[in-house]
């Protein structure tokens, strides 16, 4: 079984191209990572152009997947027109257990057209196929109803909800926790896979 994800760019999907960031797309990062209702649920706080670019030169900069604790961005560009709509992310949280996570952001502008979906479902395709995990998972706030929405939309199950478990952005929160199983990824896309590589 494979463990490290080397991904040959750019990721194709039906309209999609995934591939890293690059200084390059620092407008288009900014038109989303910038708005604080799209940050309201996600890790980060509103982003400036400086602390955009300062990712885009570090953790943005990993284009691969090689060890645990390594995380994976990749920018969404709609392939017909080369805009920059969104990002998505893989990260590799254990070796031993060959679990994972994804997590997706969208300029709102280009929501309700499945984008972050197909992004979303190449990310689960490189990491059960390609990377060898067993088992990724969503961790999701009760009060995000879209990504909830886009959770279950890929086929992942909810497993848990966490009352209140984490103080997070000055309030507590509950979590919807949602997973796949590489068996269920394969007994639904056991044709040829609709994602290429290169
Ligand atoms: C979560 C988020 C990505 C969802 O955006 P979205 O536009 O609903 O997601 P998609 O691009 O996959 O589009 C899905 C919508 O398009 C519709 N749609 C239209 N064409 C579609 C297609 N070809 N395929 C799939 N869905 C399609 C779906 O029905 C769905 O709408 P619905 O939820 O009203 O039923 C977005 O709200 C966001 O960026 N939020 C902020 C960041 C965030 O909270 N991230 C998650 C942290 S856990």
């Known amino acids: 079984m494979p463990t490290e994800l080397r991904p040959s760019y750019p990721v ?4 999609l191209l995934l591939r890293p960031l690059t200084l390059a797309d620092t407008d288009a990062l ?3 990572r910038s708005i604080p209702d799209l940050c309201r649920f996600v890790p980060f706080h509103p982003q400036s152009r400086d602390e955009i670019q300062a ?3 570090g953790v943005f900069a990993n284009h691969a997947l090689t060890a645990e604790g390594q995380n994976l961005t990749l920018g969404m560009e709609v392939a017909a ?5 969104g990002d998505v992310i893989l990260f590799y949280h254990s070796r031993l257990h060959a679990g994972g996570e994804v997590g997706w952001i969208l300029n709102p502008a280009h929501g309700g057209h499945g984008y972050a979906t197909e992004a979303a479902r190449a990310m689960l395709r490189l990491g059960f196929e390609e990377l060898g995990l067993r088992r990724i998972i969503a961790r999701i706030d009760e009060r995000n109803v879209a990504s909830a929405r886009l ?3 890929l086929g992942m199950r909810q497993e848990a909800r966490l009352v209140e478990n984490e103080f997070f952005k000055g309030e507590w929160t509950t979590e919807l926790d949602f997973a796949m ?3 269920e990824w394969f007994a639904s896309h056991s044709a040829p896979s609709e994602v290429a590589t290169g």
């Open 12 to 15: 194709r999907t039906e309209r």
């Open 30 to 32: 900014v038109a989303y």
């Open 55 to 57: 990712r885009i030169k």
């Open 81 to 85: 027109t080369g805009e920059l709509i």
């Open 151 to 153: 959770a279950r939309r």
């Open 181 to 183: 199983l590489a068996t």
